[in-house]
């Protein structure tokens, strides 16, 4: 092999090609161009991985920067080979490390570079239809335009033919995910829909199916690592924030609130339920801090409102300072969700469209001015629509979309897959998977009344004697009971009561005396207390959990043993291998992978009780 620039890109970008091969992709073109740049210098003649170090000069390139290149498998030969998580950080890897993989072949870098740009636009494409704002889908264009632009920098004549080819076709690639965002086609006939490019990326380049919304460079990923200590550990940040979402629904103009309603949810309910807040001190040195994040379930009829509504939360919450909001997919594009779709799609004999669970992301921001701790409070809002049964289609039920005030509502869902002859179908997805995706009209309408009273004093002065009202589910204790599979109760070991408090250890004990519930239990007096908070919302007309105290297992002396839970309701389960594509069409049911997680469109054994 000649020692220029070239000569050592190409060996590069082919041993990236080749570490990644398979089994089933040995008589791949890509893989047989690999074969004839490696078969000279490393008489490497069978497909499988190898354990490779090269050296160039006087450098090695060691190997994580040989796994790194496996990437290209995946990106440019479209053979998915690594768990998307995997993908994501070794993409990571090189851009952080863009210096030394430069220094070694410039192309690896541009192609990088023009990955990220690809990223931005294939991240929102879940997201978006004809009915998001152009304002939105523009801030998506412009962010992936910037980081284009930044690749100009790296352009080199000198490049392989290899090189150019790759190029030329992660150009061609965004010119044509550019133009699905400017016409992203209606919410269920998506014009990106049956492009092999799309659905193979989705499932294991993005890693988050976002898209930011205007005016903030706010991303979901930004809550996690680190900052996910930040979480349920200020009490006071908590209440601002739920005061500050509240003002947010509260203040949506009018033409607005007739279009959409929104009820409180999950670990936001709960709360709200026993406390008047997400948190209480219960005793000197213990919290009870019953969620870390504000959970709401927004009703719309439409993509065009739901998506007004939302602009509206983010333009009044930014101006109060937050750091900004995203609109999120999930429970889609995934393998297990291709499975399943193509499952229900099998036997109903229809075409069927999914876009999952859309989602509402916002990120509050403080310091907690007691302790001087930095604290993050998330806000996330689930957009949910009414359907009425519409008969059986095949030995499946059938549904139509209906307005959330009609009297013909059946259920709500988070999640449907439909037709384009206006059938839909059921998804189990959050959170309604404990009633197969279909949560009985009965359960949410008509609302009941929570109570917010802040218990911090400086929020309770604010709203004087008025405790701010908030719509809650009608049948709230059975919401509860199922929610996100069940995690707060149904999937909980010997079911405890809801009155009193559950630390669930995946989540919400960041704070350390929150930590001390399980150790130490309740008193008898910290039993009282927080019968006392639930008695002072009876008083004042809000719902309430004293019914369930009667389901509590209290001590001989009246205190309570506060059990824990290591239960997780939602679940993103990746896979290691791609499905195999023939003539342009996703065979879902490949690869049988030993490990690989089962996928039925049933739903868990609970069903849940009103």
Same mark, same amino acid.
């Given at each position: 092999?000649?020692?220029?620039?070239?000569?050592?890109?190409?060996?590069?970008?082919?041993?990236?090609?080749?570490?990644?091969?398979?089994?089933?992709?040995?008589?791949?073109?890509?893989?047989?161009?690999?074969?004839?740049?490696?078969?000279?210098?490393?008489?490497?003649?069978?497909?499988?991985?190898?354990?490779?170090?090269?050296?160039?000069?006087?450098?090695?390139?060691?190997?994580?920067?040989?796994?790194?290149?496996?990437?290209?498998?995946?990106?440019?030969?479209?053979?998915?080979?690594?768990?998307?998580?995997?993908?994501?950080?070794?993409?990571?890897?090189?851009?952080?490390?863009?210096?030394?993989?430069?220094?070694?072949?410039?192309?690896?870098?541009?192609?990088?570079?023009?990955?990220?740009?690809?990223?931005?636009?294939?991240?929102?494409?879940?997201?978006?239809?004809?009915?998001?704002?152009?304002?939105?889908?523009?801030?998506?264009?412009?962010?992936?335009?910037?980081?284009?632009?930044?690749?100009?920098?790296?352009?080199?004549?000198?490049?392989?033919?290899?090189?150019?080819?790759?190029?030329?076709?992660?150009?061609?690639?965004?010119?044509?995910?550019?133009?699905?965002?400017?016409?992203?086609?209606?919410?269920?006939?998506?014009?990106?829909?049956?492009?092999?490019?799309?659905?193979?990326?989705?499932?294991?380049?993005?890693?988050?199916?976002?898209?930011?919304?205007?005016?903030?460079?706010?991303?979901?990923?930004?809550?996690?690592?680190?900052?996910?200590?930040?979480?349920?550990?200020?009490?006071?940040?908590?209440?601002?924030?739920?005061?500050?979402?509240?003002?947010?629904?509260?203040?949506?103009?009018?033409?607005?609130?007739?279009?959409?309603?929104?009820?409180?949810?999950?670990?936001?309910?709960?709360?709200?339920?026993?406390?008047?807040?997400?948190?209480?001190?219960?005793?000197?040195?213990?919290?009870?801090?019953?969620?870390?994040?504000?959970?709401?379930?927004?009703?719309?009829?439409?993509?065009?409102?739901?998506?007004?509504?939302?602009?509206?939360?983010?333009?009044?919450?930014?101006?109060?300072?937050?750091?900004?909001?995203?609109?999120?997919?999930?429970?889609?594009?995934?393998?297990?969700?291709?499975?399943? %779709?193509?499952? /229900?799609? *099998?036997?109903?004999?229809?075409? +069927?469209?999914? $876009?999952?669970?859309?989602?509402?992301?916002? &990120?509050?921001?403080?310091?907690?001015?007691?302790?001087?701790?930095?604290?993050?409070?998330?806000?996330?809002?689930?957009?949910?629509?009414?359907?009425?049964?519409?008969?059986?289609?095949?030995?499946?039920?059938?549904?139509?979309?209906?307005?959330?005030?009609?009297?013909?509502?059946?259920?709500?869902?988070?999640?449907?897959?439909?037709?384009?002859?206006?059938?839909?179908?059921?998804?189990?997805?959050?959170?309604?998977?404990?009633?197969?995706?279909?949560?009985?009209?009965?359960?949410?309408?008509?609302?009941?009344?929570?109570?917010?009273?802040?218990?911090?004093?400086?929020?309770?002065?604010?709203?004087?004697?008025?405790?701010?009202?908030?719509?809650?589910?009608?049948?709230? %204790?059975?919401? /509860?009971? *199922?929610?996100?599979?069940?995690? +707060?109760?149904? $999937?909980?070991?010997?079911?405890?009561?809801? &009155?009193?408090?559950?630390?669930?250890?995946?989540?919400?004990?960041?704070?350390?005396?929150?930590?001390?519930?399980?150790?130490?239990?309740?008193?008898?007096?910290?039993?009282?207390?927080?019968?006392?908070?639930?008695?002072?919302?009876?008083?004042?007309?809000?719902?309430?959990?004293?019914?369930?105290?009667?389901?509590?297992?209290?001590?001989?002396?009246?205190?309570?043993?506060?059990?824990?839970?290591?239960?997780?309701?939602?679940?993103?389960?990746?896979?290691?291998?791609?499905?195999?594509?023939?003539?342009?069409?996703?065979?879902?049911?490949?690869?049988?992978?030993?490990?690989?997680?089962?996928?039925?469109?049933?739903?868990?054994?609970?069903?849940?009780?009103?």
């Amino acid at each position: 092999m000649q020692p220029g620039y070239g000569g050592r890109c190409n060996v590069l970008l082919a041993l990236g090609l080749f570490l990644g091969a398979a089994a089933t992709c040995c008589d791949d073109t890509w893989f047989q161009r690999a074969m004839a740049e490696l078969n000279g210098p490393y008489k490497l003649t069978t497909c499988g991985s190898q354990n490779v170090t090269l050296k160039m000069g006087n450098a090695y390139i060691h190997d994580w920067l040989i796994h790194c290149l496996a990437i290209f498998t995946q990106i440019y030969a479209r053979k998915i080979l690594l768990p998307r998580n995997t993908t994501h950080f070794m993409r990571m890897g090189v851009l952080y490390h863009s210096s030394v993989v430069y220094s070694k072949c410039p192309a690896i870098v541009h192609l990088f570079k023009l990955l990220e740009s690809e990223v931005v636009l294939l991240a929102a494409l879940p997201s978006l239809s004809d009915a998001t704002p152009w304002r939105v889908r523009s801030a998506v264009l412009e962010e992936a335009a910037s980081l284009a632009g930044e690749t100009e920098q790296y352009e080199d004549s000198g490049y392989t033919t290899l090189e150019r080819e790759l190029v030329a076709e992660a150009k061609q690639r965004l010119r044509r995910f550019r133009a699905y965002v400017q016409a992203p086609g209606s919410w269920l006939q998506p014009s990106w829909h049956g492009d092999v490019d799309v659905t193979l990326a989705h499932l294991w380049h993005v890693r988050l199916k976002e898209c930011r919304l205007p005016d903030t460079n706010f991303s979901i990923g930004e809550m996690y690592g680190s900052r996910k200590n930040w979480m349920a550990v200020s009490p006071p940040a908590w209440e601002e924030a739920m005061l500050l979402v509240l003002l947010a629904l509260k203040s949506l103009p009018d033409d607005l609130r007739a279009r959409v309603r929104y009820v409180a949810a999950g670990g936001t309910l709960l709360g709200l339920m026993r406390y008047g807040s997400g948190v209480a001190y219960l005793e000197s040195d213990l919290i009870d801090f019953v969620d870390k994040d504000i959970d709401v379930l927004i009703l719309a009829d439409s993509a065009s409102d739901w998506w007004d509504c939302i602009l509206a939360i983010q333009s009044f919450l930014m101006s109060n300072g937050w750091a900004g909001c995203s609109h999120a997919i999930r429970d889609a594009y995934t393998l297990p969700a291709g499975r399943q %779709l193509a499952e /229900l799609g *099998g036997a109903s004999g229809m075409n +069927l469209v999914s $876009r999952g669970v859309s989602e509402l992301v916002c &990120a509050f921001y403080t310091t907690d001015h007691s302790t001087l701790q930095q604290a993050l409070v998330p806000f996330n809002a689930v957009w949910i629509q009414a359907f009425h049964a519409d008969g059986l289609q095949k030995g499946r039920q059938a549904y139509r979309p209906v307005s959330f005030d009609s009297p013909e509502v059946s259920v709500f869902m988070s999640s449907s897959a439909c037709s384009g002859s206006g059938h839909c179908f059921a998804l189990p997805h959050f959170p309604f998977q404990a009633w197969r995706g279909r949560l009985p009209a009965n359960f949410l309408r008509p609302f009941t009344q929570c109570l917010f009273t802040p218990l911090m004093p400086h929020f309770a002065e604010q709203l004087g004697s008025n405790a701010f009202t908030v719509p809650c589910p009608q049948a709230s %204790l059975g919401v /509860l009971r *199922g929610y996100d599979r069940g995690e +707060l109760w149904a $999937r909980v070991e010997g079911r405890p009561c809801l &009155a009193l408090p559950l630390v669930i250890k995946h989540d919400r004990v960041n704070n350390n005396d929150t930590r001390r519930l399980q150790k130490q239990g309740l008193s008898p007096s910290a039993v009282k207390h927080v019968m006392q908070h639930m008695e002072r919302l009876e008083k004042s007309g809000g719902i309430n959990l004293l019914e369930d105290m009667k389901n509590c297992t209290l001590q001989p002396d009246g205190g309570y043993r506060v059990l824990a839970s290591i239960f997780k309701g939602t679940t993103t389960g990746e896979v290691d291998c791609a499905p195999r594509v023939s003539k342009m069409v996703v065979d879902w049911n490949s690869p049988e992978r030993l490990g690989a997680l089962p996928v039925s469109t049933t739903s868990e054994a609970y069903t849940p009780v009103h």
